[in-house]
């Protein structure tokens, strides 16, 4: 059996590329089918391909067959919630960043003596 902390770490691997990511947070808003995730991400058709195949087989989408089109759609909301929370804390983290820029900018350079 593999423990947690691997599982989680293979889990977040998957994560780590940015077509996969942008892909979820397209599907955070619901099914979509090949061709409008085509058209939002803007890559070649197998390139797109490939990376919902490596979400496929992690479980974290599904697709299903409706008329002519594929959808895609979320295994479950927590990765949609998981999304946003990593959101929110790049959105905190940069702002404080930017902070800590602005403080840089405005603070005058000590003088050498």
């Known amino acids: 059996m593999v423990p947690l ?10 994560l780590g ?3 996969r990511i942008r892909v979820l947070e397209l599907l955070g808003d619901g099914p979509r089918s090949v ?4 058209d939002a991400v803007q ?16 479980g974290i989408v599904t697709s299903h ?8 759609v979320l295994a479950g909301p927590d990765v949609a919630d ?3 929370a990593a959101r929110s804390f790049l959105t905190g ?12 900018r405005d603070e ?6």
Do not use: C, K, M, W
Not at 5 to 14: C, I, S
Not at 35 to 38: D, G, Q, T, V
Not at 65 to 72: A, F, K, P, Q, T
């Open 17 to 19: 590329h940015p077509v």
């Open 43 to 58: 890559i070649e058709a197998s390139s797109l391909s490939q990376q919902l195949a490596v979400l496929r087989r992690a």
């Open 82 to 84: 998981l999304l946003r």
């Open 5 to 14: 902390y691997q599982a989680e770490a293979e889990f977040f691997r998957t």
């Open 108 to 113: 005058p350079l000590a003088r050498a003596a």
């Open 65 to 72: 067959r409706e008329g002519n089109s594929v959808l895609y």
């Open 93 to 104: 983290l940069l702002a404080s960043q930017a902070e800590l820029l602005d403080a840089l």
């Open 35 to 38: 061709r409008e995730l085509l």
